[in-house]
């Protein structure tokens, strides 16, 4: 990458609905050398996709949690539950970690009775789990990756 690209991945992060023309104004190129950048960063995974964000109230998503999970099985068992979660929409995030948990999700589901099922669902399907759960009071912020790429990431301190 180089600097227009940079300067290309953060105006997109920033605003992803920018035209082509648009980011050609930000960057100094055409449309059409934007849309063979664009396409580069695409094919070479430097840009995954693009999304809107929703609001989780208003999708019916209004409860969050952080489910710790612990899986007492072999490393099929671990993959079968990957993916699993990987594939339910109620999942917004999985992170395998270290310490006496495996994993760490953030799951968004409908009601606290929705979390309820949700991990009834889980641990019916996989001997061996078990799960503690926060559930968030209220999002302080939730963001995507935002900042400038072109700057190092944001230090979070105590």
Do not use: N
């Not at 606290?112 to 061996?128: I, N």
Request: with cysteine.
């Amino acid at each position: 990458m180089d600097e227009i690209d940079r300067r290309l991945l953060t105006a997109v992060v920033g605003s992803g609905r920018m035209t082509l023309a648009a980011l050609g104004e930000r960057v100094g190129l055409s449309a059409p050398a934007v849309h063979d950048r664009m396409h580069k960063l695409e094919t070479a995974g430097v840009i995954r996709g693009y999304t809107a964000i929703a609001d989780p109230d208003q999708v019916e998503r209004s409860t969050a949690a952080l489910v710790f999970l612990r899986l007492d099985g072999s490393g099929d068992e671990r993959l079968r539950l990957e993916a699993r979660l990987t594939a339910s929409p109620d999942v917004l995030e999985l992170h395998e970690v270290a310490g006496e948990d495996c994993y760490v999700a953030k799951v968004r589901v409908s009601s606290p009775t929705g979390l309820a099922t949700f991990l009834r669902q889980l641990r019916d399907e996989h001997t061996g789990l078990s799960s503690r759960s926060s559930v968030v009071l209220r999002s302080c912020f939730e963001r995507p990756l935002l900042w400038p790429v072109d700057q190092p990431a944001p230090v979070s301190r105590p």
